[in-house]
Nanobody, 127 residues
């Protein structure tokens, strides 16, 4: 199993920036993919970005491409999401998730594909 803890959420004005962190612990050597999703009240979880830990590949949703950027720290298994030029429509609770897998996959944007989830961190962007 793996445990995930998100942090870094808060309240900012439109055009501002935040950096979210996702720290993994437990059986981290089995992790292949880590993903970021967000969920607004009454809506399904929406794909934001994903990272292939083995190949160091990044994937972004069209809605955040060019504004959000991922980075990672190998030593402590932490994945970061730098969010710039924030918009009110980015307001949501942001979650990180992980998938144990041997090979690559094109399902990294599907929320129901992931194995474990953190509890999320809230982001509010005012106009």
């Amino acid at each position: 199993q793996a445990q995930l803890v998100e942090s870094g959420g808060g309240s900012v004005q439109a055009g501002g920036s935040l950096r979210l962190s996702c720290a993994a612990s437990g059986r981290t050597f089995s992790i292949r993919y880590m993903g970021w999703f967000r969920q607004a009240p009454g809506k399904d979880r929406e794909f934001v970005a994903a990272f292939d830990w083995l190949e160091s590949d990044t994937f972004y949703a069209d809605s955040v491409k060019g504004r959000f950027t991922m980075s990672r720290t190998n030593v402590n298994n932490t994945l970061y999401l730098q969010m710039n030029s924030l918009k009110p429509e980015d307001t949501a609770r942001y979650y990180c998730a992980t998938k144990f897998a041997w090979g690559s996959s094109n399902r990294y944007s599907s929320a129901d594909w992931y194995d474990y989830w953190g509890l999320g961190t809230k982001v509010t962007v005012s106009s």
